[in-house]
C-alpha cells in the first residue's frame, strides 16, 4: 500500500470526520497530493443516487477535494446504525475485496490517502453465519497504521488506553492519538494529556479545539511511529 494512515477513534461521534477534514485540508494545502476514503457510511442523505449530506460531503467541501464524495464512499446506508446492520438490512454483504479495489483506485490517483473508519476499531462490518469481521480486520487488510481520536474529557483515559491495547494485541501500528474538543486552560484536559502519554507511550500528536479551522501538519503521522 502506499503513503496511508488510518483514522479511529475511541468511539461513536468522538469527531473522526471533522479532524479528517482538518488533516485532508492541511495537506492539500501545502501541496501534498492527498485523497479522502470512508470505505463504509451510514446515516447519509441521497438524492438521485448520490450523496448529498454525508461526512464525505463535509470532507470534501471542507478540504477542497477534486473528488465527488460518491468517490470517496464504497458502501454508503441511509440508516444510521452500524454497518454490519446497515449492510443486512439493505440486502447487502459488504465484500472488502469490492473496499480494496476501490482503495487501489484512489491509491492510482493520489499519494496520500486518510481512510477514516467507522465507529471505534472494534465497529463489525460483518457478523453472523460463524463469521466476525471488525474494523480491524480492514485495517491489517489495509496495512495502514492508525491515528485514534478521543475526546479531550473526562473518561478518554480509560476509553484511549482500551483502544490502545487492543490495536497493539492485534500488532497494529498506531502513529498517534488526537485529543478533540481540546480546551488548552482547562487542567483537566492537559492532565488526560499528559497521562494518555504517560500510560500508553503513544505521542498526541495534535490537539484539535472546537471549532477550530486548521491543524498543524503531522508529518510523524505519516513518516512513522514515534514514542515518548
Not at 497494529?172 to 481540546?182: V, Y
Amino acid at each position: 500500500m502506499g503513503k496511508n494512515i488510518f483514522l479511529t477513534a475511541t468511539g461513536t461521534d468522538i469527531g473522526k470526520t471533522y479532524v479528517s477534514a482538518l488533516i485532508v485540508k492541511k495537506m492539500r494545502e501545502t501541496g501534498l497530493n492527498c485523497s479522502y476514503f470512508k470505505p463504509v457510511l451510514s446515516g447519509v442523505k441521497v438524492q438521485d443516487g448520490k450523496l448529498i449530506e454525508s461526512d464525505a460531503n463535509y470532507v470534501v467541501k471542507t478540504s477542497k477535494l477534486p473528488l465527488e464524495a460518491d468517490e470517496c464512499v464504497t458502501y454508503w446506508w441511509e440508516e444510521a446504525v452500524s454497518p454490519h446492520l446497515a449492510g443486512r438490512r439493505a440486502g447487502e454483504i459488504i465484500d472488502t475485496d469490492k473496499i480494496l479495489e476501490h482503495y487501489k483506485v484512489l491509491e492510482k490517483r493520489f499519494d496520500y490517502i486518510l481512510t477514516e473508519g467507522a465507529g471505534g476499531i472494534t465497529c463489525p462490518l460483518r457478523l453472523g453465519d460463524g463469521e466476525k469481521y471488525l474494523l480491524k480486520d480492514l485495517i491489517k487488510e489495509l496495512e495502514a497504521p492508525i491515528v485514534i481520536t478521543a475526546d479531550a474529557g473526562l473518561g478518554t483515559i480509560n476509553s484511549v488506553l482500551l483502544t490502545v491495547e487492543y490495536a497493539e494485541q492485534n500488532n497494529i501500528e498506531i502513529r498517534g492519538i488526537i485529543l478533540n474538543n481540546f480546551e488548552p486552560e482547562n487542567f483537566m484536559h492537559q492532565d488526560n494529556l499528559e497521562q494518555i502519554e504517560y500510560l500508553t507511550g503513544v505521542k498526541i500528536a495534535a490537539t484539535v479545539k472546537r471549532n477550530q479551522k486548521d491543524i498543524e501538519l503531522l508529518e510523524e503521522l505519516w513518516t512513522g511511529r514515534k514514542r515518548i
